[in-house]
Structure formats: structure tokens, C-alpha cells
């Protein structure tokens, strides 16, 4: 059988209500935006794809592995930010950077060793960010810009990290269902 699943930092319920604060506020553009929900905010380390639960000891013992040489560290959720770019937007997110790269780190490790379970290593560059939505049509996308622009200095918080999770993402017709298989200690 298999699951859908992908590595994460939990946010802390304050920030994800700063998140969703700023979120209404995005959401008076009226852009054609599928928009994550409060409780889904989360930022991803490495997403997994459709797996095999039969792998699950071994991506246990590479996650575990990966975080258990690092000591617990700080991420700023700070300015915001789009790929491909704030001018043409696609996916509308904010950033989350430490200053020890230990979110590189940690990502790069779990990418490297991943393959050798068959999971595709990714051919992007890691960039930290918390996902806010997804644009589905260029409706009111000027607006939003706009919206974007006047708050890309804006702070949401210091999230501190001492675990991070595999995470199942079950998709239904109202949106994904995430749970939370297991955590991982840092350090």
C-alpha cells in the first residue's frame, strides 16, 4: 500500500494566526486563489510523493539520522515572496530562514539520502517558505500584487524548531488531510 507523504516543520498556532490574519487580507483582491487553510500551514523540508509503506523504517532512520546531529534552532517567518516571481506570481508564500542553514542542511541530507529508497531527488533548489496559496486563473492578479507589495517587509514571527514530522497528506475534494505520522527529535 502507499501513502502520500512529505517531511515538515509544524508552526506554532501564534504564527499561524499572524499567517491567517494576513491571509484575510490577501484574500480582499478577490484573486482566483486556492488558499491553504490555517490548520494545513506548515513548511516543508522534502516532499516525498506516493510511497510505499514497506520503506517507512528505513525513512525513519534517514530522518532520524538527519536531525539527531543538529541542536534545536530558530526560523524567522518573515517578507513575502512568489514563485517564479513577485511580478508574475504562481504560488504566494513567506519566507522562513535561520541563520545557520540548518534548513538547507537538513534538506539537502534528506534529498541525498532519500534516492536510495527510489524517492526522485528534486532538480529546484531549496528555497525555505510556508506555502499561503496557489494562483488558479489570472483574475485580480494585479490587485494582489499590489496587496503582496505593500507588506513584503512584514514579520511573522520566530518559530523554534525542535522536531520536525513526516507528515500523510490524504487529498479530497475540500482539500488535502494532513497527519502527522511521526517526529523527530533535533539534537
Same mark, same amino acid.
Given at each position: 500500500?502507499?501513502?502520500?507523504?512529505?517531511?515538515?516543520?509544524?508552526?506554532?498556532?501564534?504564527?499561524?494566526?499572524?499567517?491567517?490574519?494576513?491571509?484575510?487580507?490577501?484574500?480582499?483582491?478577490?484573486?482566483?486563489?486556492?488558499?491553504?487553510? %490555517?490548520?494545513?500551514?506548515?513548511?516543508?523540508?522534502?516532499?516525498?510523493?506516493?510511497? =510505499?509503506?514497506?520503506?517507512?523504517?528505513?525513512?525513519?532512520?534517514? +530522518?532520524?539520522?538527519?536531525?539527531? %546531529?543538529?541542536?534545536?534552532?530558530?526560523?524567522?517567518?518573515?517578507?513575502?515572496?512568489?514563485?517564479?516571481?513577485?511580478?508574475?506570481?504562481?504560488?504566494?508564500?513567506? %519566507?522562513?530562514?535561520?541563520?545557520?542553514?540548518?534548513?538547507?542542511?537538513?534538506?539537502?541530507?534528506?534529498?541525498?539520502?532519500?534516492?536510495?529508497?527510489?524517492?526522485?531527488?528534486?532538480?529546484?533548489?531549496?528555497?525555505?517558505?510556508?506555502?499561503?496559496?496557489?494562483?488558479?486563473?489570472?483574475?485580480?492578479?494585479?490587485?494582489? +500584487?499590489?496587496?503582496?507589495?505593500?507588506?513584503?517587509?512584514?514579520?511573522?514571527?520566530?518559530?523554534?524548531?525542535?522536531?520536525?514530522?513526516?507528515?500523510?497528506?490524504?487529498?479530497?475534494?475540500? =482539500?488535502?488531510?494532513?497527519?502527522?505520522?511521526?517526529?523527530?527529535?533535533?539534537?
Amino acid at each position: 500500500m502507499t501513502i502520500r507523504a512529505f517531511v515538515a516543520i509544524e508552526i506554532n498556532k501564534e504564527i499561524k494566526n499572524k499567517l491567517s490574519e494576513f491571509l484575510t487580507q490577501l484574500k480582499k483582491a478577490d484573486a482566483d486563489v486556492k488558499w491553504v487553510t %490555517c490548520e494545513n500551514i506548515h513548511l516543508t523540508l522534502k516532499f516525498l510523493g506516493h510511497i =510505499g509503506e514497506n520503506i517507512l523504517p528505513a525513512l525513519n532512520k534517514i +530522518i532520524n539520522d538527519t536531525v539527531s %546531529c543538529l541542536r534545536p534552532f530558530d526560523i524567522n517567518i518573515e517578507n513575502v515572496g512568489a514563485f517564479p516571481s513577485l511580478k508574475k506570481p504562481r504560488v504566494i508564500f513567506v %519566507c522562513a530562514q535561520d541563520k545557520e542553514s540548518n534548513l538547507l542542511k537538513i534538506y539537502e541530507k534528506l534529498d541525498k539520502e532519500m534516492e536510495e529508497l527510489g524517492i526522485i531527488r528534486d532538480s529546484k533548489k531549496y528555497v525555505g517558505h510556508i506555502t499561503l496559496g496557489r494562483i488558479k486563473s489570472r483574475k485580480n492578479v494585479p490587485a494582489l +500584487i499590489n496587496a503582496l507589495n505593500s507588506d513584503a517587509g512584514y514579520f511573522f514571527g520566530r518559530e523554534k524548531v525542535n522536531y520536525i514530522s513526516l507528515m500523510q497528506s490524504k487529498l479530497t475534494p475540500k =482539500g488535502p488531510i494532513y497527519t502527522r505520522l511521526k517526529n523527530f527529535t533535533i539534537g
